[in-house]
T-cell receptor, first 114, second 108 residues
Framework: NAGVTQTPKFQVLKTGQSMTLQCAQD?????MSWYRQDPGMGLRLIHY???????DQGEVPNGYNVSRSTTEDFPLRLLSAAPSQTSVYFC?????????????FGQGTRLTVV | GIQVEQSPPDLILQEGANSTLRCNFS?????LQWFHQNPWGQLINLFY???GTKQNGRLSATTVATERYSLLYISSSQTTDSGVYFC??????????FGTGTRLQVFP
């Protein structure tokens, strides 16, 4: 059972480039979310989804887009990368369509924007 | 929105010592989790504990939802316990919100 899988693990981008961070889960979870973690800080919610076709904004959504076409996948898109988006990104999923069930996290993607 | 505060921010222990980490939250919650972020950055689920007490080996946790706090106990600490401990809560906004963490260093 793979759980929550994020790719890539590391990425370096130039300012202005675009890219997609991939997140997939094989637990048939309804709720998926993306977080960013800056040095010495806790995780902050970027976007979340309560099921296929439904997404919503978290605390820090600016500069990021998401879509949820299937239950399994929840990609995060950076349309025009900025140095302020240098961070570690975590994807999470939980069973129900609400956040109140236990969340499981992927291994993270370390992104550097130069 | 809900505020989540953890204390202490930093903790230094010698191997074998016990410790208590605290998580205070400003509103009622329907989910509370404790995570350990190891030195490699991986987030490890410790407890899903919206209320009550749970134990797992040397670790235990208690959440008193009516008083809006949770405690994580680590007994007989080991160097492998080092890292950052986060609590995270869900309130009526249906979003999992993290505290700022407690950084634990255990020395031999």
């Amino acid at each position: 059972n793979a759980g929550v899988t994020q790719t890539p693990k590391f990425q370096v981008l130039k300012t202005g480039q675009s890219m997609t961070l991939q997140c997939a889960q094989d637990m048939n979870h309804e709720y998926m979310s993306w977080y960013r973690q800056d040095p010495g800080m806790g995780l902050r919610l970027i976007h979340y989804s309560v099921g296929a076709g439904i997404t919503d904004q978290g605390e820090v959504p600016n500069g990021y887009n998401v879509s949820r076409s299937t239950t399994e996948d929840f990609p995060l898109r950076l349309l025009s990368a900025a140095p302020s988006q240098t961070s570690v990104y975590f994807c999470a999923s939980s069973y129900s369509a609400r956040a109140s069930t236990e969340a499981f996290f992927g291994q993270g993607t370390r992104l550097t924007v130069v | 929105g809900i505020q989540v505060e953890q204390s202490p921010p930093d903790l230094i222990l010698q191997e074998g010592a016990n410790s208590t980490l605290r998580c205070n939250f400003s509103d009622s919650v329907n989910n509370l989790q404790w995570f350990h972020q190891n030195p490699w950055g991986q987030l490890i689920n410790l407890f899903y504990i919206p209320s009550g007490t749970k134990q797992n080996g040397r670790l235990s946790a208690t959440t008193v939802a009516t008083e809006r706090y949770s405690l994580l106990y680590i007994s007989s600490s080991q160097t492998t316990d080092s890292g950052v401990y986060f609590c995270a809560v869900v309130s009526n906004t249906d979003k999992l919100i993290f505290g700022t963490g407690t950084r634990l260093q255990v020395f031999p």
